[in-house]
């Protein structure tokens, strides 16, 4: 989840060590993570499908910048695994630069856990109230595409989306199935303009004429049960917590 926040640190300081501090402090990126992972926050699922399961992806990113490339390419892929129930999410990522995270959502005691182990931070954790996400104003604009295709089976319409906001412009296309009744807050709150799971996203982010694209692909959807464990909000032995900077 962290990857996403990092788009915006090397935009503006082409720097590794701002991540960390985008993670607790940037309320716009919040709000790109409110869609670009909306099927990292289940709320409920209809009927019987999907309740309960796994679902694997993964994460690329390049840019047209030449420096900016060499960097994003030392990052590798980011591989993420999430872990769902009808009111628990658990979602781990995995890159060869920035380390790993784990966030554990739990609706019901609305708390959210962050676990990050990097090269530069050790091991830490943020534990804070879940808190529903606010609307995302007149800045994000999301239309219904022509495109349909087919991906791990499931039939999948394109969408498309626009923000610009604090000197950022976005574009993303979505492809989402509503094969998965997965229903989350963030997608909730487009209504009808965005119906169904995303599979895949296509995002390009341009700030003071530096483009980058980033590429995410689900590539797995299992239907099966997840120990109780997987959602403990309790820090691990070793991390110590991250203090507001």
Same mark, same amino acid.
């Given at each position: 989840m962290r990857l996403f926040y990092f788009i915006k640190s090397v935009l503006i300081k082409n720097n590794f060590s701002t991540l960390q501090h985008s993670i607790i402090k940037n309320k716009i990126m919040k709000k790109l993570i409110f869609i670009l992972l909306a099927s990292f926050s289940l709320v409920s699922v209809a009927q019987e499908e999907l309740k309960e399961g796994v679902i694997s992806s993964k994460m690329t990113m390049s840019s047209d910048n030449a420096e900016m490339n060499s960097q994003l390419q030392m990052m590798g892929e980011t591989k993420i695994t999430t872990y769902f129930t009808e009111d628990r999410v658990r979602a781990e990522t995995s890159s060869p630069m920035s380390g790993e995270s784990i966030t554990i959502v739990d609706k019901q005691k609305e708390k959210v856990l962050t676990l990050i182990s990097s090269p530069m931070y050790g091991k830490k954790y943020t534990m804070t109230d879940y808190e529903a996400p606010e609307d995302l104003g007149d800045d994000i604009k999301i239309t219904k595409g022509d495109q349909t295709k087919t991906i791990l089976g499931y039939d999948c319409q394109q969408y498309n989306v626009t923000m610009k906001a604090?000197?950022?412009?976005?574009? =993303? #296309?979505?492809?989402?199935t509503?094969?998965?009744?997965a229903q989350t807050q963030e997608t909730s709150q487009f209504g009808d303009e965005l119906d169904g799971f995303p599979l895949f996203m296509k995002i390009n982010v341009l700030q003071q004429g530096m483009k980058m694209t980033l590429l995410y692909d689900v590539t797995e959807v299992k239907s099966e049960a997840v120990p109780n464990n997987m959602f403990d909000l309790t820090p691990p032995e070793?991390?110590?917590? =991250? #203090?507001?900077?």
């Open positions: 604090d000197g950022v412009d976005m574009t =993303m #296309e979505i492809f989402a509503d094969q998965i009744k070793g991390y110590s917590k =991250m #203090e507001d900077q």
